[in-house]
């Protein structure tokens, strides 16, 4: 368990990641194996400024900071899949960080109305966007 958690966020963010595995799943983006691994990895809403994913221990964190309204309701939903799309990197291809592979597993999984929350992430994310989409088109994986 995670010191200093907040019990009703982390009871939405679980909420949302369920939602995002089924979602990817009914899609095909992600194989059954990889639904159940991303079911395993246990989200917590906690008071810190960013999220992290832990993967030795197979959790990720929400800041409680995210759950505001005025961020919107896919604000939520697009940080609970970034913090999945690490973990689902780092099963599939081994990476680590915001790589190209991090950002093909976030193309799988994140909802598209919701990508575009990661173009304020970083400076390069919207060109990686870019890449990963364009991979998972030649591979025959855009799915929409």
């Known amino acids: 368990m995670v010191k200093g958690y907040c ?3 982390t009871v939405k963010c679980r909420q949302v990641s369920d939602r995002i ?6 899609k095909g983006t992600i194989t ?9 990895v246990t989200v917590w809403c906690v008071d810190q400024g960013r999220g992290r994913a832990y993967y030795r ?6 800041p409680k900071w995210s759950l505001t309204e005025e961020k919107g309701c896919g604000y939520i939903t697009w940080y ?6 690490h973990m689902l990197a780092k099963k599939r291809w081994g990476t680590r960080g915001h790589t190209v592979d991090f950002y093909r597993a976030l193309v799988d999984i994140c909802p598209r109305q ?12 919207p060109k990686k966007l870019r890449q990963a989409r364009a991979i998972q088109k030649e591979k025959g994986y855009d799915r929409r």
């Open 21 to 26: 595995i089924k979602s990817a799943r009914k």
């Open 114 to 125: 919701h990508q575009s929350h990661e173009y304020g992430y970083q400076k390069r994310s």
């Open 7 to 9: 019990r009703q966020g």
């Open 32 to 40: 059954a194996y990889e639904a159940r691994y991303l079911s395993e």
């Open 57 to 62: 221990h197979n959790d990720v964190t929400i």
């Open 80 to 85: 609970v899949a970034h913090e999945l799309s």
